[in-house]
């Protein structure tokens, strides 16, 4: 089994950083991809920004020049570093791990945190 643990979620004022984390544990032979999604009320869960094994990375257009994904491969940590952030950036954010276990391939979702953007 693979468990994924996010912290970094908040209340933050227009303008204002957070830093989410998101660490990977159990069984895991190696992982590939790391991304994070939000998913805002109402509205369906999207891609924020992904980062693979090589370090490749892509961002949603709305958050590029703001957030920053990067991977630590010796903690099995993702993160995600939110600059300038808008109201419009309020949503539950996700982590999601793709890996393989023992059990094979496996696409794994974190338990979501709260990021609120409001004065």
């Known amino acids: 089994q693979v468990q994924l643990v996010e912290s970094g979620g908040g209340l933050v004022q227009p303008g204002g950083s957070l830093r989410l984390s998101c660490a990977a544990s159990?069984?895991?032979?190696?992982?590939?991809?790391m991304g994070w999604y939000r998913q805002a009320p109402g509205k369906q869960r999207e891609l924020v920004a992904g980062?693979?094994?090589?370090?490749?990375?892509n961002y949603l257009d709305s958050v590029k020049g703001r957030f920053t994904i990067s991977r630590d491969n010796a903690k099995n940590t993702v993160y995600l570093q939110m600059n300038s952030l808008k109201p419009e950036d309020t949503a539950v954010y996700y982590c999601?791990?793709?890996?393989?276990?023992?059990?094979?391939?496996?696409?794994?979702w974190g338990q979501g945190t709260l990021v609120t953007v409001s004065s």
């Open positions: 999601k791990v793709s890996a393989t276990t023992p059990s094979g391939y496996r696409e794994v």
């Open positions: 159990g069984s895991i032979f190696s992982i590939y991809a």
């Open positions: 980062i693979t094994n090589d370090g490749s990375s």
